[in-house]
């Protein structure tokens, strides 16, 4: 018989356990924010912060491809023990790091673990899990994201108070074996693909780690390019833009409109970035309401993640796709007027909620479907493509909106931030000229 909930034998301990490994995963990328002027201050390193963070994300690419190979080559089983391992080994570094060079490498090997963890954790999905059951999936996956990011800067906050920053990672590094524990039964009756090279599985490893380090310097002269002089900046970031679609074609299946749905969709995590910004030069609001408009995201992603579990495959993907868009579009547009006419800054933080929610409602969706289309023997790769294909809409947006925000202050610094939330809302404009066509409904 088959499995009628995520919560219920046969699949509760593999549940619990995804569901632990994601908090562990989301408390190192988001509690360990907040204590990371502690830890630069304490080695000795203060001018090496950004590295913490940009390197971990460059190698996170590398994690991801490298993931999906593996696991369509050999399966979710050593993909998923290897990105704990991997991570497991960047923690215990970052524990004993004696000085701030070791403790950057420790971060850029607990980036590489972490984006194959996640890799890992999508694949065990499309294999464990019917499709009927796999939006519900996401859906608990949302809300174990969201608990650290709600507690985990406070918790983190608490523990390098009480003891030292290294009680943070011990934590992190506790909570991921725990996550083995609960997986070790799933792990062992994974099943192999059937052909050690077919599709996708049989792509050439070397060429998908060339195509991610094309990617990764991509990226970065995208993001460089709101560093030089305004002349240079457009030239430099459409180029950047360019090589980085070029570069990722390897990465991604071909013709699968979900990938590029996803790398539209990440563009608007650009505002959850401004919006503190926003709040602060604008409203002069302080760190405690400044972070109040991230939880209230945080609730209201839940939320949407929620509502597309119950709703499952009864609606169609395309009245999916289009009805996440629109809330997505209307809360930009709340954000435009906050920012232009500076009413109440809650309603500002409405509109990044309503936008948030759209994004809620649209992953789980479209995460099962990219891995129902997938099949047992590219889980991984497909997996990896909707993780590498988010990061460059992330970073794509980013980078254009250090831009408005350098040009803004110079050209209008009165509108800056409105000028940014609408071109992030028109980011949406392609999605819905493609999903609005007839011929999408079958889709």
């Known amino acids: 018989m088959s499995a009628t909930s995520i ?3 046969p699949l509760w301990p593999t549940t619990a356990g995804i569901l632990v490994a994601v908090i562990a995963t989301a408390f190192d990328q988001t509690a360990v924010t907040a204590v990371m002027p502690t830890i630069t201050s304490a080695l000795g390193g203060t001018s090496a912060y950004s590295l913490t963070f940009v390197l971990p994300f460059a190698a996170s690419v590398f994690g991801m491809v490298g993931a999906g190979v593996v696991t369509d080559r050999y399966g979710a089983r050593l993909s998923m023990l290897a990105g704990c391992l991997v991570l497991l080994a960047g923690l215990g570094l970052a524990i004993i790091a004696p000085t701030m060079a070791v403790f950057v490498a420790s971060r850029v090997i607990q980036g590489l673990g972490g984006g194959a963890l996640i890799v890992a954790i999508y694949s065990v999905i499309g294999v464990a899990y019917p499709a009927a059951l796999r939006p519900k999936v996401f859906a608990a996956f949302a809300g174990a994201w969201v608990v650290p990011s709600l507690i985990g800067p406070g918790v983190a906050g608490l523990i390098a108070q009480a003891t030292s920053w290294h009680g943070v990672f011990v934590l992190v590094a506790a909570t991921l074996l725990l996550a083995l524990v609960l997986l070790a039964r799933v792990l062992r009756t994974l099943p192999r693909p059937k052909r050690a090279a077919s599709g996708a599985a049989g792509r050439s490893t070397r060429g998908a780690l060339l195509a991610a380090t094309l990617v990764s310097l991509s990226v970065a002269v995208m993001n460089f390019s709101s560093q030089v002089d305004l002349r240079w900046a457009a030239p430099l970031f459409l180029g950047g833009a360019a090589a980085t679609v070029w570069a990722s074609r390897p990465l991604v299946p071909r013709g699968n409109a979900l990938m590029w749905t996803r790398a539209f969709a990440d563009m608007f995590f650009a505002a959850e970035i401004y919006l503190p910004l926003l709040l602060s030069q604008s409203y002069r ?16 992603w839940f939320a949407g993640s929620t509502a ?13 796709v289009l009805a996440s868009y629109g809330m997505m579009t209307a809360g930009m547009a709340l ?13 500002a ?3 990044w909620g309503i936008s948030a929610a759209g994004m809620g409602f649209l992953y789980p969706r479209l995460s099962s479907d990219a891995l129902e289309r997938a099949g047992a023997d590219a889980t991984g790769f497909h997996g990896s493509a909707l993780q590498v294909m988010g990061i460059i809409g992330t970073t794509t947006m980013v980078s254009l909106a250090a831009i408005i925000q350098t040009s803004g202050a110079r050209f209008f610094p009165d509108y800056k931030f409105t000028v940014l939330f609408a071109v992030i809302a028109a980011s949406a404009l392609p999605m819905f000229a493609y999903w609005g066509r007839p011929a999408a409904r079958n889709y």
Not at 335 to 347: D, K, R, S
């Open 7 to 9: 919560y219920r034998a």
């Open 285 to 300: 609001l302080g760190p405690t309401l400044t972070g109040l408009g991230l939880t209230v995201s945080g609730v209201t």
């Open 308 to 320: 597309q579990a119950r709703i499952g495959a009864r609606v169609p993907l395309r009245t999916v």
């Open 335 to 347: 954000l435009m007027v906050a920012a232009a006419m500076e009413v109440h800054w809650a309603v």
């Open 349 to 351: 933080v409405a509109g």
